[in-house]
């Protein structure tokens, strides 16, 4: 069994370690295939606010939710959660954080930098802050652009609605943080990790968040949710059975929970990569 | 050393009939799934729902007081629909290495030097993931209905809602194909089998959440054609004679799955291909 590579006298320490990782990490994520593609999915979202910004401008009368004009702010909000939180910002948790070391060594490019004489754990880090960067320059921008085609729809204020929006902007960075912590740690201990982080992020999320009781702490979006300003969508039963069990920590209690998902998840995927032994496939 | 002669011999052996070299790849990819135990886990967490369905049929058909738990046509749409779920999972877990990896270790161009067409290698590797998923959706339901008509005693059930074993054989055989040929197309697009997972679970959700915006902005369902699970969901009412959820035509949805099918084939098509050496 051959053991992690100890540091040498004078070599770099964990966080500059971590920031050459980071330096080399960042326009290999940004320039790559998979970067241009969650480009082309986050170009949805703003496809269809351009769409719906069209229709609010063609028709007079606006868009009306049950008969009623529906505000831009309410159909912001609805986007916010049914595309942002509840799809894209887990499905780029999964993408990136599962292949943070998955990655190196399906290409058997992992031996190049565990031969570095540097912590192996500084190879996690510093690839996890530059998907961090590269999805917030990815996931940000979309935001924004949906933010000021959809909300100066139906009389609505981009005024009254920008403090909103920096909030959105926050939780969905703080999210994109959570969510590729703890893909990170599924990625880095798990052979297979694409399945379970799929299975975690579309099976046991949205099925404990419908149950009442304490399951639902296990998860991160309880505590995304309660950072959510706007109303949660009643797109279906189980948006509304949702709603019934909903039950929301304060804000205080979310972010305090999130940080400590995130510190927990990135020390455990840290030691997972200084202990185990990759195999790499001939 | 003495020089035999080194004439040329015919081949003495029997020739494999034609058309055939798919079952090898089929068996092969079965038998290889079936060897993992995490894969066997989640068959084994597929077939829950059905355990707790044969559950309900049994305190239906003896406990006077839960009568109101009798199955109807209804309730095998319903299991169908729950399914749904693991037939992600399972699409995933088997669907998304099977050309990717291929194409990954450079095997494509040896499959393909073999006696076998391309034709026959998509339809193997096409077979492998549409038996596990037949798994998890027709043959639960199908073994459903013995498990109503043994606990009940008698044919009934089954003489009055005949319909049930052709729906649930035509839904599965629709839904299998579906699912199946748009996760081997995806395959087929990268050498990189977790992109694939992420390409598969895009298209499925992010089609759903669009249509989720659109019917909080609109609050009609005739948009519901974007999301291909609301399509087989409302071709499945269909085919089980139940009241349609979504206001979308069902020749729509119905034309949209098949768009999927053929869209898929092409992909297929135009990716599946050894390298050619030109002189």
């Known amino acids: 069994m051959t053991q992690p590579a100890r540091p040498a006298e004078g070599a770099p320490g964990l966080l500059s370690s971590a920031g050459r990782v980071f330096d080399l990490s960042l326009g290999q994520m940004l320039w790559s295939r998979r970067s241009v593609f969650l480009g082309v999915l986050l170009g949805g979202p703003v496809l269809l606010a351009s769409a719906l910004r069209i229709a609010a401008t063609l028709y007079a009368s606006g868009l009306k939710i049950n008969g009623v004009q529906a505000g831009g702010s309410a159909i912001f909000g609805m986007m916010i959660w049914l595309l942002y939180l509840r799809f894209i910002v887990p499905v780029l948790g999964v993408f990136y954080g599962t292949s943070l070391i998955a990655d190196e060594v399906d290409d058997k490019t992992i031996t190049y930098l565990f031969t570095r004489p540097i912590p192996r754990s500084a190879v996690l880090l510093g690839k996890y802050f530059a998907y961090l960067v590269c999805t917030v320059l990815l996931v940000l921008p979309s935001v924004m652009l949906v933010f000021f085609l959809v909300v100066p729809t139906g009389q609505g204020a981009i005024a009254g609605a920008f403090p909103s929006l920096v909030a959105d902007l926050g939780m969905l960075a703080i999210g994109l943080a959570a969510y590729g912590a703890v893909f990170a740690l599924v990625g880095t201990t798990l052979r297979r990790p694409l399945v379970l982080g799929l299975v975690f992020a579309f099976g046991w999320e949205p099925a404990v968040l419908l149950f009442p009781g304490y399951l639902k702490r296990l998860t991160v979006a309880y505590y995304l949710q309660a950072l959510v300003r706007h109303e949660m969508p009643q797109d279906s039963a189980v948006s509304m059975l949702m709603q019934v069990f909903r039950e929301v920590p304060t804000v205080s209690t979310s972010l305090l929970c999130l940080a400590v998902i995130v510190g927990l998840t990135l020390w455990l995927a840290g030691r997972a990569v200084e202990e185990r032994e990759y195999v790499l496939e001939q | ?279």
């Open chain 2, 1 to 279: 050393m003495p020089i035999h002669d080194q004439g040329y011999r015919r081949y003495g052996g029997d020739k494999t009939r034609g058309g055939t070299g798919w079952i090898v790849i089929t068996r092969a990819g079965i038998r290889t799934f079936f060897a993992k135990r995490a894969f066997l886990g989640l068959l084994l967490v597929s077939w829950f729902p059905f355990f707790v369905r044969a559950v309900q049929i049994y305190a239906a058909t003896n406990l006077p007081q839960a009568a109101f738990l009798a199955p109807t046509p209804e309730t095998f749409r319903q299991f169908l629909d729950q399914q749904q779920i693991f037939v992600f999972f399972v699409t995933v877990y088997v669907g998304a290495g099977l050309i990717a990896n291929d194409r990954r270790a450079n095997a494509l161009q040896i499959y393909l030097s073999k006696p076998l067409t391309r034709a026959e290698y998509v339809f193997g590797k096409l077979a492998i993931l549409m038996a596990f998923l037949a798994l998890v959706t027709w043959l639960p339901a199908i073994v459903l209905l013995i498990v109503q008509i043994s606990f009940a005693g008698n044919f009934t059930f089954f003489k009055n809602n005949i319909f049930l074993f052709p729906a649930i054989t035509v839904f599965s055989f629709v839904q299998v194909t579906m699912v199946a040929t748009a996760m081997l197309a995806l395959s087929s697009l990268s050498k990189s089998s977790r992109y694939v997972g992420i390409l598969y679970a895009a298209v499925i959700f992010f089609t759903q959440a669009i249509y989720g915006v659109l019917y909080a902005v609109t609050r009609s369902t005739s948009l519901s054609w974007i999301s291909f699970s609301a399509n087989l969901s409302q071709i499945g009412d269909v085919i089980f004679r139940q009241p349609l959820k979504y206001d979308t035509p069902w020749p729509v949805s119905l034309m949209m799955i098949a768009g999927l099918i053929v869209i898929s084939g092409v992909i297929l098509e135009r990716r599946v291909r050894g390298v050619e050496v030109v002189a």
